[in-house]
């Protein structure tokens, strides 16, 4: 199993709509997840993190199922400007690893009016 | 009021040349960071600096040499550019290192797209 692996993308969902992504991770020892969104052509920034069962943001909710070692980014009422691709990540947790994120390979979500 | 810079945001150069990039965070953090980021979107981890010390060193040629002048600055410098280091080369900070089982939000500057003809 890779380390981080995301759906394959891309998502073309109407405005609206309800899309849900899942990652899954191999270090059962992972303690802690993020979701980062990216824009084209932009920098990474942190959407979510997820440090327990899950985490809701407003339209956002982020579930974490640690038995099956997978993480999953609920989008609900989708607008337009959530086009983007989601990054699922994972910290390295020691010292000597020095704060090293572990992306995943993305998942493109487009949402048409 | 830029939390991550970087300059500069395009580099364009032929193979063979020597080129650097710089990045400042007016953050106050302690942990800086280079990534790669391919043409198939992989985000990869190069080097992390930790108050000027150097704590991860990815498997990364040895072309590339990070220098942290201090803890707000951390440059990029690359010799001999070969076409496969074009890309887009993120900076990031966050407020310490990881060291628990709760970890600091990566803070990551705007990117610079190298361009290798």
């Known amino acids: 199993r890779k380390e981080v692996e995301q759906d394959p993308g891309p998502f073309n969902v109407p405005e609206g709509a309800t899309v849900a992504f899942n990652c899954t991770y191999s270090?059962?020892?992972?303690?802690?997840f993020f979701w980062y969104r990216q824009d084209c052509r932009k920098e990474p920034k942190l959407l979510m993190s997820v440090y327990s069962s899950g985490n809701e943001d407003g339209r956002f909710t982020a579930q974490l199922n640690r038995a099956s070692q997978y993480i999953s980014l609920l989008i609900r009422d989708s607008k337009l400007s959530d086009s983007a691709t989601y990054l699922c990540v994972v910290p390295l947790r020691f010292y000597n690893q020095g704060g090293k994120l572990i992306f995943g390979q993305g998942t493109e979500l487009s949402v048409k009016p | 009021d830029t939390a991550v810079s970087q300059t500069p945001k395009y580099l364009v150069t032929q193979m063979g040349n020597d080129k650097s990039i710089k990045c400042e965070q007016n953050l106050g953090h302690d942990t800086m960071y280079w990534y790669k980021q391919d043409s198939k979107k992989f985000l990869k981890i190069m080097f992390s600096y930790n108050n000027k010390e150097l704590i991860i060193n990815e498997t990364v040629p040895n072309r590339f040499s990070p220098k942290s002048p201090d803890k707000a600055h951390l440059n990029l410098h690359i010799n001999s550019l070969e076409l496969g280091d074009s890309a887009v080369y993120f900076c990031a900070s966050s407020p310490r290192l990881a060291g628990g089982p709760l970890y600091n939000e990566q803070f990551f500057g705007p990117g610079t797209r190298l361009t290798v003809l």
């Open positions: 270090n059962s020892a992972s303690q802690s």
